[in-house]
């Protein structure tokens, strides 16, 4: 009877074994709800993100959410029934997340999010993996700040409405300016983190606002629309940068250190697309029941153009 249970014993634990080994060697099967292609950082994002995870042997089921709530839900949901194993989400706006939450937590798949940020109950999901928007916002009001001795009227581009991004960037921007009274954003509007959603709405301020002629800075949530805004500003004859009206945004694209190199851009505070080591490595931390802090942030360094050809050589060669 002894030998009957320690023979029992030993292919009990050979069977935990093979088990836990089986674990080990089973392809992680992830779904990314991306927001969409809006921007030349979002594209550069999503291209880190499938790099990471074929390098790391992730199946990666990926979605366009095509800038669209309703798109990105529908991904969750289809991604839910073909239970995969995480779930990555950028959230285009912040609200409107609760349900669909639910209903991934309830299938006990745990939901990261990445770049952007929800609103929902924090218990919906695990962690978030992005950078401080409202310090980048803080980073651009004090770089300007400091670049005007605080003397500046402002015109200010806003990313979508509702998303953590522009909300974010708006509020720590806002926060930083208010300290100095000879500062102020004198007109605001939405281009949608799009380049010609800033093209049109540098169009109209120039239009509005007597071709610029008491406006000392442009500050733009990204760099696409700062871009739009600079063409605008070129076909009106307008200077901007090194010889013109200051300039700052968010994100550190090619095209925008090309444009700090040529002295049409003045500074840029720069949002890392390498999110996909981080937002893996809490997906697994997660599904072995590892703790994960609820925030990790992201660095936000800024560049300027005296480092920016060196940068653009960089990111071209990459590209």
Not at 159 to 169: E, F
């Amino acid at each position: 009877m002894r030998f009957l249970r320690a023979s029992l014993m030993v292919v009990l634990l050979l069977v935990l074994s093979l088990t836990a080994v089986h674990a080990q060697d089973k392809k992680l099967t992830v779904g990314f709800a991306q927001t969409g292609s809006e921007s030349g950082w979002r594209t550069a994002f999503t291209n880190a993100m499938k790099a990471e995870a074929e390098k790391e042997g992730i199946d990666l089921k990926f979605s366009d959410g095509q800038q669209k709530q309703e798109v990105q839900i529908a991904a969750l949901r289809s991604f839910i029934a073909q239970q995969v194993d995480a779930i990555l989400l950028a959230p285009i706006v912040e609200t409107g997340w609760d349900a669909v939450l639910k209903e991934a937590q309830d299938a006990n798949i745990p939901v990261i999010l990445v770049d952007r940020g929800v609103s929902a109950d924090p218990s919906l999901y695990v962690t978030r993996v992005a950078a401080d928007f409202n310090h980048e916002g803080r980073l651009a009001a004090a770089w300007l700040a400091q670049a005007t001795l605080g003397e500046c009227n402002i015109v200010e581009i806003q990313g979508t409405v509702g998303s953590s991004a522009a909300l974010d960037r708006m509020k720590g921007f806002g926060e930083v300016i208010a300290l100095f009274p000879g500062m102020k954003i004198v007109a605001t509007q939405v281009g949608d983190f799009t380049r010609d959603g800033g093209k049109k709405v540098m169009e109209g301020y120039i239009k509005s606002l007597d071709g610029l002629k008491d406006v000392c800075a442009i500050w733009a949530h990204n760099d696409d629309m700062l871009l739009g805004a600079i063409q605008a500003l070129k076909e009106a004859g307008i200077k901007s940068g090194k010889d013109g009206i200051k300039t700052i945004s968010v994100d550190g694209v090619c095209d925008m250190f090309k444009a700090m190199a040529d002295g049409d851009a003045s500074a840029n505070v720069t949002l890392l697309p390498d999110l996909g080591p981080i937002a893996y490595q809490a997906v697994r931390d997660t599904l072995a029941g590892k703790p994960v802090e609820k925030r990790i942030v992201m660095p936000s360094p800024m560049n300027f153009p005296d480092t920016a050809a060196e940068q653009y050589a960089k990111c071209s060669a990459a590209s």
